[in-house]
């Protein structure tokens, strides 16, 4: 995993429960006040977010502001059907992009926006 995001977020275990039951992550590593959930090679890492100040963070104001985790899956329409089925937030629409990928944008519960992509034939 050459790039893992660490998502800081305020209460751990509703996020793992987000991204394994509604996103179909599953869950790879799991300690009191951190976690690794991974969707095929993809891995994202999950951390209270206690321990953002003591190693050097400010304010969590603009949690995720900016920024768009891509994830690239094999079937990027059976990621968009669970989303739907599991009431996740779609801020931008599946679509064919001319960046020759069919991807599409959710919201997770804390605010950070993750794409899911797939490359067009």
């Known amino acids: 995993m050459p790039i893992a995001p660490e998502l800081f977020v305020p ?25 690794v959930v991974g969707l095929g090679d993809a891995v994202v890492l999950l951390a209270h977010e206690s ?40 801020v931008h629409e599946i679509a064919d992009r001319p960046y020759r990928l069919r991807d599409f944008i959710v919201s997770d519960l804390n605010g950070f926006r993750l794409r899911f992509a797939s490359p067009l034939g």
């Open 51 to 90: 321990a953002y100040g003591p190693m050097g963070g400010g304010p969590l104001a603009h949690r995720g502001a900016g920024i768009d985790i891509r994830i690239m899956v094999p079937d990027v329409n059976s990621v968009h059907r669970r989303c739907g089925e599991n009431g996740v937030t779609v």
């Open 11 to 35: 209460d751990l275990r509703a996020a793992i429960a987000f991204y394994v039951d509604k996103l179909g992550f599953d869950l790879r590593r799991r300690e009191p006040e951190f976690a």
